[in-house]
């Protein structure tokens, strides 16, 4: 399982190296272009109202915030493995910081709202909510025996990142190819981040591993 967890992550780190070289290289304009153009004819109040308040959650403030809550949780319940988890979403802020400057990428500029003074790859609010809210996702279904519900879990983490990704494309600040590379970045983080928490037993004494042979998966 461990194995497999690392190589998902790297898998998904090739394909966000090729990603951000087609990117560079100027081969996704189009696409870019042809969404946005899509994106901002087809804008409605409801959508509107959604993508500002969906946005929010991939926010430096609301990831510090739910990660610091999250960490404290797991320090008063004994998983002090979930505060090592989640030092990815917080070091996932600078790390935006870091690559942006890397790609020089324009953002459109048919916004919502005023755009932000730095570059446009990788998406901040898409890394920032693929890291920390698919890294909970990931560690709340490993607790959970039943497979239905671990999907479950899985698919609601994956959703809220989208939902995030999607909004910075709709509210005009961000390229498809922004939101994707944002997304690639934060995935494959989170699958390291969740399996370092599951590579010991749980506080209860109980190895996660065994949970989940013992439910068929």
Known sequence: MIADARRRALVLLAVLVAFSAAVAAGWTVALDQAVAVVVTTH?????????????ALGSESLVLFFAL??????IASGRPRIVLALTWPVLSLPLDDVLKPLFHRLRPTEAMTALPSSPGFPSGHALAASALYITLALIAAATERRIGPRRLLIASGVA?????AWSRVYIGVHYVSDVVGGLLLGTAG???????VRERPLADGQADGEGLRGSGA
């Open 190 to 196: 989170a699958i390291v981040a969740a399996r370092a």
């Open 43 to 55: 804008r409605t109040t409801l959508q509107n109202s959604v993508a500002i308040n969906a946005t």
């Open 160 to 164: 809220i990142a989208l939902l995030v």
């Open 69 to 74: 809550l999250v960490a404290a949780y797991a």
